[in-house]
């Protein structure tokens, strides 16, 4: 071989050395596996933290805010594993990304997480890495590139969760603003812990069902997937009943029993909360508020203080962000919160005071109402009783609860004057008041109540006929959340019953709670045809952890046949008003492939902000 050969041949070698080992010497800016970070620099600086140039790396910066460090080492290992096992491409034919964790230190200072950062991140990696504080806290919040992650209840999961948003992800798949059920990612909360039944199946979403979009206002029954790849939707934490329909797949959506429906109105993504839409505030209250509808106006009534006590106040929504003024009621001296119903076109409210309870009529009137003094009605009791209004069968009733026993009494409305029947016994014992409705379709009463039985204040829903305003003594009775269940309230329900077509041919009630134990949101629980399903019964939290109740909520069918929904907010005792209290979201849902735009997009993007 002559010498300008062998040179050549030498040449080629060293080429393809100094190109394997240090791309950057020939290319300065060049980022061969596109991670955002330089092949200089990975091959230099970074690569004492285990970079590489030719396989995708996610450094991140943590510092610990915690004393449980075995939790620490558990979340990193179980996330390092999660991205090493992503199914992405890289230039050095592997699949993954490398996650390295560098370990900052221990900390007991209390500032928010994007100040941790400017303070502990290092400059040398001020642009290659991420930065994470790990946390006692329950969850985790992420700001651009700087998070906050707890490692007690879901570790390497809302560490990997937060992570994600870094890398440009939102709980939504992208393009979306309303999660969707199909978006099997655990950046949806749906799929934060669990996938299919198992944690060892969480992902992210390599968006398999892109080619669907759906909306709760409008969904279909049948989807175009084989009911195979859409087993998971059996499980926790929706366990919809599925059919096989040759090459798709029916879901009953809306839990009626019935499938194949289109034009089907559902909430179909809690996780395990669900949003009730923007919230209208009104004014600090001092009572749970309870509301209702006459033809379109909302009326919504509360007590206010007054001196050392409380007195009942009505407002009517004029429009939105707009009441009306307080019109007095003239209920003062008020123990406990007050209960508001309309029948025929007429206002009642009522409340319990040291010497009995109270009821009086309003009139509507303008952007109000007036009190019709003559219809004020009091009944005396020693010791004071718990007192709801509700409009049965087009008669009004008023259920008059006793603490000192628990029996519950009821007593119907003449319909004229101050002309009230007899006091008769419903026979039920209740620890909080009654929350009562009409169930038309069934033509009874449904009169919620609690007890102590498998759980102190155990939510139990009976069903009562009515003949010529007497109550039946017997009937049947349903534990909410099934009998094994522990759905309970130590407050007064709010009681509705839906009969639309989505409700299924026997209807469906809706119980919505504040709940037992002080410090959760309140919940609303709603009867499915499927009776495996928790005993019937669907239950989900209200907007989410934060959105605490201070007293029970109000729950009105509204025109546009949803529902009203107000509660008394417990950090400030604002009352809030939201007008999707079903929890059903007008807006396109969809997937998303979160993989690819993870490898293509998000890894660089991240630390280009």
């Given at each position: 071989?002559?010498?300008?050969?062998?040179?050549?041949?030498?040449?080629?070698?060293?080429?393809?050395?100094?190109?394997?080992?240090?791309?950057?010497?020939?290319?300065?800016?060049?980022?061969?596996?596109?991670?955002?970070?330089?092949?200089?620099?990975?091959?230099?600086?970074?690569?004492?933290?285990?970079?590489?140039?030719?396989?995708?790396?996610?450094?991140?910066?943590?510092?610990?805010?915690?004393?449980?460090?075995?939790?620490?080492?558990?979340?990193?290992?179980?996330?390092?594993?999660?991205?090493?096992?992503?199914?992405?491409?890289?230039?050095?034919?592997?699949?993954?990304?490398?996650?390295?964790?560098?370990?900052?230190?221990?900390?007991?200072?209390?500032?928010?997480?994007?100040?941790?950062?400017?303070?502990?991140?290092?400059?040398?990696?001020?642009?290659?890495?991420?930065?994470?504080?790990?946390?006692?806290?329950?969850?985790?919040?992420?700001?651009?590139?700087?998070?906050?992650?707890?490692?007690?209840?879901?570790?390497?999961?809302?560490?990997?969760?937060?992570?994600?948003?870094?890398?440009?992800?939102?709980?939504?798949?992208?393009?979306?603003?309303?999660?969707?059920?199909?978006?099997?990612?655990?950046?949806?909360?749906?799929?934060?812990?669990?996938?299919?039944?198992?944690?060892?199946?969480?992902?992210?979403?390599?968006?398999?069902?892109?080619?669907?979009?759906?909306?709760?206002?409008?969904?279909?029954?049948?989807?175009?997937?084989?009911?195979?790849?859409?087993?998971?939707?059996?499980?926790?934490?929706?366990?919809?009943?599925?059919?096989?329909?040759?090459?798709?797949?029916?879901?009953?959506?809306?839990?009626?029993?019935?499938?194949?429906?289109?034009?089907?109105?559902?909430?179909?993504?809690?996780?395990?909360?669900?949003?009730?839409?923007?919230?209208?505030?009104?004014?600090?209250?001092?009572?749970?508020?309870?509301?209702?509808?006459?033809?379109?106006?909302?009326?919504?009534?509360?007590?206010?203080?007054?001196?050392?006590?409380?007195?009942?106040?009505?407002?009517?929504?004029?429009?939105?962000?707009?009441?009306?003024?307080?019109?007095?009621?003239?209920?003062?001296?008020?123990?406990?919160?007050?209960?508001?119903?309309?029948?025929?076109?007429?206002?009642?409210?009522?409340?319990?005071?040291?010497?009995?309870?109270?009821?009086?009529?309003?009139?509507?009137?303008?952007?109000?109402?007036?009190?019709?003094?003559?219809?004020?009605?009091?009944?005396?009791?020693?010791?004071?009783?718990?007192?709801?209004?509700?409009?049965?069968?087009?008669?009004?009733?008023?259920?008059?609860?006793?603490?000192?026993?628990?029996?519950?009494?009821?007593?119907?409305?003449?319909?004229?004057?101050?002309?009230?029947?007899?006091?008769?016994?419903?026979?039920?014992?209740?620890?909080?008041?009654?929350?009562?409705?009409?169930?038309?379709?069934?033509?009874?009463?449904?009169?919620?109540?609690?007890?102590?039985?498998?759980?102190?204040?155990?939510?139990?829903?009976?069903?009562?006929?009515?003949?010529?305003?007497?109550?039946?003594?017997?009937?049947?009775?349903?534990?909410?959340?099934?009998?094994?269940?522990?759905?309970?309230?130590?407050?007064?329900?709010?009681?509705?019953?839906?009969?639309?077509?989505?409700?299924?041919?026997?209807?469906?009630?809706?119980?919505?709670?504040?709940?037992?134990?002080?410090?959760?949101?309140?919940?609303?629980?709603?009867?499915?045809?499927?009776?495996?399903?928790?005993?019937?019964?669907?239950?989900?939290?209200?907007?989410?952890?934060?959105?605490?109740?201070?007293?029970?909520p109000a729950a009105a069918v509204n025109p546009d046949g949803d529902i009203t929904y107000c509660y008394r907010d417990q950090s400030n005792n604002m009352l809030n008003c939201a007008f999707h209290g079903s929890g059903i979201e007008d807006g396109d849902m969809g997937d998303f492939d979160e993989l690819t735009f993870i490898r293509a997009q998000g890894l660089k993007q991240s630390l280009?902000?």
């Amino acid at each position: 071989m002559s010498s300008p050969s062998r040179r050549l041949i030498v040449v080629v070698i060293l080429f393809a050395l100094v190109s394997a080992m240090a791309p950057s010497a020939l290319a300065p800016d060049a980022d061969t596996d596109g991670d955002g970070l330089p092949d200089a620099w990975e091959a230099g600086p970074g690569r004492a933290y285990g970079c590489d140039p030719r396989h995708a790396d996610l450094l991140v910066y943590t510092v610990e805010r915690t004393s449980a460090t075995a939790k620490v080492d558990e979340t990193i290992a179980r996330a390092t594993a999660f991205f090493d096992a992503l199914n992405v491409g890289n230039p050095d034919g592997r699949r993954g990304i490398h996650l390295h964790v560098i370990r900052g230190p221990k900390i007991t200072r209390p500032d928010d997480y994007p100040d941790l950062m400017r303070t502990y991140l290092p400059a040398a990696l001020d642009g290659r890495a991420h930065f994470l504080v790990f946390s006692d806290s329950p969850g985790g919040q992420t700001n651009g590139n700087a998070s906050i992650s707890g490692v007690e209840e879901y570790g390497w999961n809302s560490f990997v969760h937060e992570l994600g948003h870094q890398l440009g992800l939102e709980h939504e798949a992208l393009g979306f603003e309303i999660q969707s059920p199909l978006h099997t990612s655990l950046m949806n909360y749906s799929y934060l812990d669990s996938y299919n039944g198992s944690e060892d199946q969480v992902h992210f979403s390599d968006g398999r069902f892109a080619k669907l979009r759906m909306r709760e206002t409008n969904l279909d029954e049948t989807l175009p997937f084989p009911i195979a790849s859409l087993a998971f939707l059996t499980k926790d934490p929706y366990r919809f009943q599925l059919k096989a329909a040759g090459a798709n797949t029916q879901v009953d959506w809306n839990r009626n029993g019935i499938f194949g429906e289109t034009g089907v109105r559902a909430d179909i993504n809690y996780a395990p909360s669900t949003w009730f839409g923007d919230r209208l505030n009104l004014e600090a209250v001092a009572t749970a508020p309870v509301g209702a509808y006459l033809d379109r106006d909302f009326y919504v009534a509360y007590g206010v203080p007054e001196g050392g006590n409380r007195t009942i106040v009505l407002r009517k929504l004029l429009a939105k962000n707009r009441w009306g003024p307080r019109i007095e009621t003239g209920l003062r001296n008020v123990i406990g919160d007050p209960t508001f119903v309309v029948q025929r076109g007429m206002l009642w409210v009522a409340a319990s005071n040291p010497s009995g309870v109270s009821v009086v009529e309003l009139r509507p009137s303008g952007d109000g109402a007036r009190v019709d003094s003559d219809l004020t009605m009091n009944f005396p009791s020693r010791p004071p009783r718990q007192a709801t209004l509700a409009v049965l069968d087009s008669r009004l009733f008023l259920f008059l609860r006793e603490a000192s026993s628990n029996r519950v009494f009821y007593v119907p409305y003449s319909g004229s004057g101050r002309t009230w029947g007899a006091e008769r016994d419903t026979g039920l014992h209740s620890r909080t008041a009654l929350g009562v409705a009409w169930h038309p379709i069934r033509r009874q009463a449904v009169l919620v109540g609690t007890t102590d039985a498998n759980a102190k204040f155990r939510l139990i829903a009976y069903f009562r006929g009515l003949t010529g305003g007497t109550l039946d003594t017997t009937g049947e009775q349903d534990w909410i959340g099934g009998q094994n269940g522990g759905n309970a309230s130590a407050s007064r329900p709010a009681v509705l019953v839906d009969t639309t077509r989505d409700a299924g041919p026997n209807g469906r009630v809706y119980a919505y709670y504040v709940a037992s134990v002080p410090g959760l949101p309140a919940f609303v629980s709603m009867q499915v045809a499927d009776r495996g399903f928790n005993g019937g019964w669907l239950e989900r939290s209200a907007y989410d952890q934060w959105s605490v109740t201070q007293s029970a909520p109000a729950a009105a069918v509204n025109p546009d046949g949803d529902i009203t929904y107000c509660y008394r907010d417990q950090s400030n005792n604002m009352l809030n008003c939201a007008f999707h209290g079903s929890g059903i979201e007008d807006g396109d849902m969809g997937d998303f492939d979160e993989l690819t735009f993870i490898r293509a997009q998000g890894l660089k993007q991240s630390l280009s902000r």
